[in-house]
């Protein structure tokens, strides 16, 4: 189980003998139910409300540990231990990953670069792959194992048979994997890191894994429903280096041999371009914004296989000539702040609704004279000024997870659980012909995840998710919504 906690041999010998309830021992409640979710070498893992559960009744005392994550066991008599993690020791046959039943003999390990923060930094797995041009181009994408189970459970409760078949064919696309919490980092980067390791040595072709970093002290400084767990002020800015960045870093220099693209905290930078006079909280925010994002860069933007994109907001947030103006300078500057890390571009409409194209919109009073009303305008526009300003790389990602269809929205901005949601264009590279700056259509937020709650007695309730175009009534910030993505599947555009 990837968690942070360290047992002692006495505290997990207890939990493989504890009778009903084994997980209570590791810090975790039983599941009510018996869904399946992960397996590892304590036993069967459900997921509910949002948290780890142990399942009753299946805790493994197989000599082959790994079978139950899909590896085999190694058949070597003394197999070589290439590295160890919470499951066991692991040793490498045919090119894959296999478990060792009983202790093997150490191999020679390869120092990494540095030793990093804490995520296992002393010793690289493969050899180095490196990013060139389009870091999306010419890989499989990982598939999120968190959205496929949501998806599975989500089918369950349709009726129409063919709503039931649309919304099946969600789990079959790649979406980017949130590290909105220190808890979930510690939970599923490494374990997907792995998991897509492992299907790369099998298949024999590279594997792209997304991840967003989000859990920056103050983190969404202008909204209510998804502030995080860090606040800002001096002590939570070290909890996020050392605790976050640090051993996010850590797993990212082990595992060298893969392409990894981060999505670098959405919401945060965008903040700094329009809300420092008008949201003392954006304000209290702006140092440790940037410096985060300084650290970061530096830390990251040094590794050969991993490449950065940091979130622009969408067009109807800087897509007016005085935002663009001024994000060009913020971005700038951080961007030299994190020298000699290197970002490979930027990302657009996260979690957001703005159609990629529409038509019916120009500059005039419906757009509150946006000259750019939708998401092609709006990257044109920017890979124009940022170019200007003299920012290296500029490259695009936009998020088509929710922007298929143009939403019943009063005004362009508003962001909360949209009615009329449909979800866009499939995960791609270079989707469109002639924009060589825009490097990919990929879905960020995955579909169905709720934008934020609609009770006004919640503590991070925003007016947004009341609004009268927003879904209603709405579970809290990344709690499923049936509902939402069950009209997103519907409106799928293309159909699913």
């Known amino acids: ?30 599941c009510n139910g018996n869904h399946i979710v992960y397996t590892d070498k304590d036993g069967n893992w459900g997921l ?40 066991g020791e692991w040793g490498v046959e045919n090119n894959n990953w296999c478990g060792i039943a009983t202790g093997g003999s150490p191999a020679p390990v ?22 060139s041009g389009n870091p999306f181009k010419g890989h499989k994408f990982f598939l999120n194992p968190y959205y496929v189970d949501e998806v599975e459970k989500a089918v369950q409760q349709i009726s129409d048979s063919s709503l039931k078949a649309k919304a099946a064919k969600m789990a079959e696309y790649s979406n980017a994997i949130w590290l909105d919490t220190i808890k979930n980092m510690e939970t599923w980067l490494e374990r997907n890191l ?22 920056l002290p103050g983190r969404d400084c202008h909204a209510l429903a998804s502030n995080g767990e860090l606040l800002a002020n001096d002590g939570d800015m070290e909890r996020y280096k050392s605790e976050y960045i640090d051993v996010i870093e850590g797993h990212l220099k082990k595992y060298i041999s893969q392409p990894i693209v981060l999505v670098i905290e959405p919401d945060s930078l ?60 913020v971005y700038s500057k951080v961007i030299n702040s994190g020298s000699p890390g290197e ?65 019943d929205r009063t005004h362009p901005g508003e962001w909360c659980n949209q009615t009329g949601v449909g979800v866009g264009a499939r995960p791609a590279a270079n989707p469109i012909s002639g924009m060589d700056y825009l490097d990919a259509f990929y879905w960020v937020k995955p579909l169905g995840e709720s934008d934020g709650t609609s009770d006004e007695s919640a503590k991070r309730y925003d007016g947004y998710c009341g609004h009268a175009t927003a879904m209603k009534p709405a579970p809290e910030a990344g709690q499923w919504f049936q509902k939402h993505f069950e009209q997103g599947v519907e409106n799928a555009n293309p159909p699913l």
């Open 270 to 329: 965008a903040n700094l371009v329009t809300n420092l006079e008008n949201t003392p909280a954006c304000a209290d925010s702006e140092k440790y914004y940037l410096d985060a994002h300084a650290y970061l860069i530096k830390k990251f933007g040094v590794l050969k296989h991993v490449a950065m994109y940091l979130d622009i907001g969408h067009a109807f947030w800087l897509g007016w000539d005085d935002n663009r103006a001024g994000a060009a300078k």
């Open 194 to 215: 792995k998991e897509a390791l492992a299907q790369q040595n099998s298949e024999g072709g590279t594997v792209l894994t997304v991840f967003v970093v989000y859990d």
């Open 1 to 30: 189980m990837k968690t942070s906690f360290i047992l002692s041999a006495i505290a997990a010998l207890a939990a493989k003998a504890s009778a009903a309830c084994w997980s209570t021992s590791l810090g975790y409640p039983c």
């Open 343 to 407: 970002v490979r571009g930027f990302v657009s409409n996260v979690a957001n609704y703005t159609p990629w194209e529409d038509p019916e919109l120009s500059r005039g009073p419906d757009t509150e004279w946006n000259p750019c009303p939708d998401e092609k305008r709006y990257l044109e526009a920017m890979a124009k000024d940022f170019k200007t300003a003299g920012i290296k790389n500029v490259y695009f990602v936009d998020d088509t997870s929710r922007n298929g269809k143009k939403t």
């Open 48 to 87: 509910e409300n949002n948290n780890w559960c142990g399942i009753v009744g299946t805790v493994s005392n197989a000599a082959c540990w790994s079978e139950a994550l899909g590896y085999p066991c190694c058949t070597a008599a003394n197999p070589m231990v290439w590295y160890t993690d919470n499951d």
């Open 110 to 131: 390869t120092p990494s670069p540095s030793t990093g923060g804490g995520g296992g930094g002393d010793v690289t797995i493969g050899s180095q792959y490196s990013h």
